[in-house]
Each structure stands twice: as structure tokens, then as C-alpha cells.
């Protein structure tokens, strides 16, 4: 079979519009996020203790809203460099991406459940366990482009991609479900693993 037709066989859809579909939706995620964090209310408007007192109880619900901010936008650029090594997208390819998105899209709500309850070891493993979908979703996706190599970019090096398919499992999925077991021995190391492993990631663009 030529690689016209393996790149035809599941049907095609067009990249540009993909890409911008996937684009639109990480920009709505990334300002529903800060719709949970709001102003708090006090008695006495003009208490500067107690609005204080009010404030630094947000602190677990800021930290939680920076994590996911930075993952995020993280899990943007990785995508963006991924779809940027395909020439083509199937129904296949398309389909899995949707599967990330999904994952992408439930974010706020972790955001939100380990920001109000920092001290609940389900909450704070939940929202590990979800970016550890995300990241098993970047690894599906980038095994079948490796497995169809007629989606990629002839210009793709295929021992980087390869790289990147183990990176995505070990970094993106593993390392996220040991971060959520620690929430049972320890809510607030695991919430600092969390924001290590966002922290790692920025630096090793």
C-alpha cells in the first residue's frame, strides 16, 4: 500500500483546522481556571486582619490554580510541537487528540476540589491522577504516530520521536501517579511534587 493511501485509509481531516479547534479549547480552560478563584467576603469591610485572615486562607486554592496554569500551558507547547510533526490527521489521530482534550478539559474541576480541600489525601491524589491521564493520552497519541509513521513529517527524526513516546509515558503518566500516591502519606509533599514535576517540564523545553 503507498503511503498516499495509508495516509488516506481512516479518512482525513484538515490539520490547520484541528490545530485550531485544539488551540480554542486549551484558551477556555486556561481562563475558566481563574473564575474559582474569587474575592473573599467579610463581616467588616474595613478590617485589614480579618481581609487578611480571608486571603490567606486562598493560598491552597492559588497554589493549586498556579499548578494547573503552568501544566497547562505546558501541555499546550507539547502539543503544539507534537501535531506539528504530522503532515496529515485520520479519524484515528483525530479521535485520540479529542481524548486528550477531554482530559484537558476536566481540569478546573481538580483545580478546584484540591484548592478547597488541601488536606483531603482523594482530592489532592485526584487531581494527580488526572494529569496523569493527560499524560497517558500524549503517549497514545504519539505511539500511533509511530506506529504510522505515513502521518509523520518526512523531516521527523525518528529516534527523537521515539524518545518522546517513552518521555510521555515515564515523565507525563508515571511520574504524576507516584506524586498522587504520596497525597495519602503526605497532602502538602505532594502538591510541592506536583508543582516540581510542572517546574521540570518548563525546563526541559
Same mark, same amino acid.
Not at 467588616?44 to 487578611?52: A, G, I, R
Given at each position: 500500500?503507498?503511503?498516499? !493511501?495509508?495516509?488516506?485509509?481512516?479518512?482525513?481531516?484538515?490539520?490547520?483546522?484541528?490545530?485550531?479547534?485544539? !488551540?480554542?479549547?486549551?484558551?477556555?480552560?486556561?481562563?475558566?481556571?481563574?473564575?474559582?478563584?474569587?474575592?473573599?467576603?467579610?463581616? !467588616?469591610?474595613?478590617?485589614?486582619?480579618?481581609?487578611?485572615?480571608?486571603?490567606?486562607?486562598?493560598?491552597?486554592?492559588?497554589?493549586?490554580?498556579?499548578?494547573?496554569?503552568?501544566?497547562?500551558?505546558?501541555?499546550?507547547?507539547?502539543?503544539? $510541537?507534537?501535531?506539528?510533526?504530522?503532515?496529515?490527521?485520520?479519524?484515528?489521530?483525530?479521535?485520540?487528540?479529542?481524548?486528550?482534550?477531554?482530559?484537558?478539559?476536566?481540569?478546573?474541576?481538580?483545580?478546584?476540589?484540591?484548592? !478547597?480541600?488541601?488536606?483531603?489525601?482523594?482530592?489532592?491524589?485526584?487531581?494527580?491522577?488526572?494529569?496523569?491521564?493527560?499524560?497517558?493520552?500524549?503517549?497514545?497519541? $504519539?505511539?500511533?504516530?509511530?506506529?504510522?509513521?505515513?502521518?509523520?513529517?518526512?523531516?521527523?527524526?525518528?529516534?527523537?520521536? $521515539?524518545?518522546?513516546?517513552?518521555?510521555?509515558?515515564?515523565?507525563?503518566?508515571?511520574? %504524576?501517579?507516584?506524586?498522587?500516591?504520596?497525597?495519602?502519606?503526605?497532602?502538602?509533599?505532594?502538591?510541592?511534587?506536583?508543582?516540581?514535576?510542572?517546574? %521540570?517540564?518548563?525546563?526541559?523545553?
Amino acid at each position: 500500500m503507498r503511503v498516499e !493511501d495509508k495516509l488516506f485509509k481512516y479518512g482525513v481531516f484538515s490539520k490547520s483546522r484541528v490545530e485550531t479547534f485544539s !488551540d480554542g479549547i486549551f484558551a477556555i480552560i486556561v481562563t475558566l481556571l481563574i473564575l474559582e478563584l474569587k474575592a473573599p467576603h467579610i463581616e !467588616d469591610v474595613n478590617s485589614v486582619p480579618e481581609l487578611l485572615h480571608a486571603v490567606s486562607l486562598l493560598i491552597p486554592k492559588f497554589a493549586s490554580w498556579v499548578i494547573s496554569f503552568i501544566t497547562i500551558c505546558i501541555v499546550w507547547v507539547n502539543h503544539h $510541537r507534537l501535531f506539528e510533526m504530522f503532515k496529515g490527521i485520520n479519524i484515528v489521530l483525530f479521535w485520540l487528540n479529542v481524548n486528550l482534550l477531554l482530559w484537558v478539559c476536566f481540569v478546573p474541576f481538580p483545580t478546584a476540589l484540591a484548592g !478547597d480541600y488541601p488536606g483531603n489525601p482523594l482530592a489532592v491524589a485526584f487531581y494527580g491522577l488526572v494529569m496523569a491521564l493527560i499524560g497517558l493520552a500524549f503517549f497514545f497519541t $504519539r505511539l500511533y504516530g509511530l506506529k504510522h509513521k505515513e502521518l509523520l513529517k518526512e523531516t521527523v527524526p525518528l529516534k527523537v520521536y $521515539r524518545k518522546g513516546v517513552v518521555f510521555a509515558l515515564y515523565f507525563g503518566f508515571a511520574l %504524576y501517579l507516584i506524586a498522587a500516591a504520596t497525597a495519602w502519606v503526605n497532602t502538602q509533599l505532594s502538591m510541592t511534587l506536583y508543582f516540581f514535576i510542572a517546574i %521540570y517540564f518548563v525546563f526541559s523545553f
